[in-house]
Nanobody, 124 residues
Framework: QVQLVESGGGLVQAGGSLRLSCAAS????????MGWFRQAPGKEREFVTS????????YYAYSVKGRFTISRDNAKNTVDLQMNSLKPEDTAVYYC?????????????????WGQGAQVTVSS
């Protein structure tokens, strides 16, 4: 069982930056690939980025590539999402998720555990 808790959301102006953090419980964090998804009002949840269990490989959705960076610290059981050059269309609830395995996963169905979500609002 893994419990995930996001923090760091908030309101920022377009062009600004925010850093989301996800803290995981349990002793097996390093066995899980981690991902970030987001859901904007009236839209389906979509993939943002993923990192493999060791942190050696990352993958980004085209819409955030070059602006967002995912990283993890297996000693601290955390995964972070640094978001730069934010746009109003990045406004959404951001979810942290964990998937058992050493790969990179972009499908929601690959993930076993989810956080409660953190609101990110980007004003124009």
């Amino acid at each position: 069982q893994v419990q995930l808790v996001e923090s760091g959301g908030g309101l920022v102006q377009a062009g600004g930056s925010l850093r989301l953090s996800c803290a995981a419980s349990g002793r097996t964090f390093s066995r899980y690939a981690m991902g970030w998804f987001r859901q904007a009002p009236g839209k389906e949840r979509e993939f943002v980025t993923s990192i493999n269990n060791s942190g050696s490989t990352t993958y980004y959705a085209y819409s955030v590539k070059g602006r967002f960076t995912i990283s993890r610290d297996n000693a601290k059981n955390t995964v972070d999402l640094q978001m730069n050059s934010l746009k109003p269309e990045d406004t959404a609830v951001y979810y942290c998720a964990a998937a058992m395995g050493g790969g990179i996963y972009s499908r929601e169905t690959s993930y076993d555990y989810w956080g409660q979500g953190a609101q990110v609002t980007v004003s124009s």
